[in-house]
């Protein structure tokens, strides 16, 4: 399975930025995609999830209010519409997939329970 993410770029704070990811590949199953971030010198963090098969989403506190992850079926794709965008938010954009299924409600928001993880796409939010 491959990942393409896209949309990144500079805006200013206050502006608003959509993240894409594609995903591909042969005869996978997607049970979950999710959008983590990772600004210099800190961890890779979690920002928001969607249960593919519900559309079932979950957002990391400080996204909450901000942030809307919403997924395509039809074209493998999942979207993060980022608004208000803040200083803070400042950091590499990282899509991934958990393919197969179940544990979406325990697991979404841990880094190590999704397979595949795309190459990343910059966000910087100047003010």
């Known amino acids: 399975v491959q990942l393409q993410a896209s949309g990144g770029g500079l805006v200013q704070v206050g502006d608003s930025l959509r993240l894409s990811c594609v995903a591909s590949?042969?005869?996978?199953?997607?049970?979950?995609m999710g959008w983590f971030r990772q600004a210099p010198g800190k961890e890779r963090e979690f920002v928001a999830a969607c249960r593919w098969s519900t559309g079932t989403t979950d957002y990391a506190d400080s996204v909450k209010g901000r942030f809307t992850i919403s997924r395509d079926i039809a074209r493998n794709t999942v979207y993060l519409q980022m608004n208000s965008l803040q200083l803070e938010d400042t950091a590499v954009y990282y899509c991934a997939i958990h393919v197969g299924g179940g544990s979406y409600y325990s697991y979404y928001y841990r880094k190590n329970w999704y397979h595949y993880w795309g190459q990343g796409t910059e966000v910087t939010v100047s003010s």
């Open positions: 590949g042969r005869s996978f199953s997607t049970d979950a």
